[in-house]
C-alpha cells in the first residue's frame, strides 16, 4: 500500500519561510508528475505547483517567484520552498504523484499557517 507522507508545515509570520517535503512509503517502482495543491478554510483545492520527472516545472500566479517545486529522483522526494509568505498562503497543502504502473496518489495534508 502506497501512502504519500508530508512534512514540513507550520505557523511562521508573514514573509517567513517554510519548506515542505513528501515522500512515498512503501515500494515505489517510478514516479511520473509530482505536485503541490493547497486548500484554503472554505475553498476548493486549487494547483501550486507542478514538476515533471526531468525537472519541468509550473506554478500558479498566485505563486509564481515566490515558490520553488524541486524533487529528488533517487529519494522520490518532492520539496516546496516556500519564501515571502504572505496570509492569504494559509491552507492546507496536499502532495500529489503519478506513480506509473500504480495510479495517481495523494498525501493526507500539511497545515501552513502564515499571521500577519
Known amino acids: 500500500q502506497v501512502q504519500l507522507v508530508e512534512s514540513g508545515g507550520g505557523l511562521v509570520q508573514a514573509g517567513g519561510s517554510l519548506r515542505l517535503s513528501c515522500a512515498p512509503s512503501?515500494?515505489?517502482?517510478?514516479?511520473?508528475?509530482m505536485a503541490w495543491y493547497r486548500q484554503a478554510p472554505g475553498k476548493q483545492r486549487e494547483f501550486a505547483a507542478f514538476?515533471?520527472?526531468?525537472?519541468?516545472?509550473n506554478y500558479a500566479d498566485s505563486v509564481k517567484d515566490r515558490f520553488t517545486i524541486s524533487r529528488d529522483n533517487a529519494k522520490n522526494t518532492v520539496y516546496l520552498q516556500m519564501n515571502s509568505l504572505k496570509p492569504e498562503d494559509t491552507a492546507v497543502y496536499y502532495c500529489?504523484?503519478?506513480?506509473?504502473?500504480?495510479?495517481?496518489?495523494w498525501g493526507q495534508g500539511t497545515q501552513v499557517t502564515v499571521s500577519s
Open positions: 500529489y504523484a503519478h506513480i506509473i504502473k500504480r495510479g495517481h496518489y
Open positions: 512503501g515500494t515505489i517502482f517510478e514516479i511520473d508528475q
Open positions: 514538476i515533471t520527472k526531468t525537472g519541468g516545472t
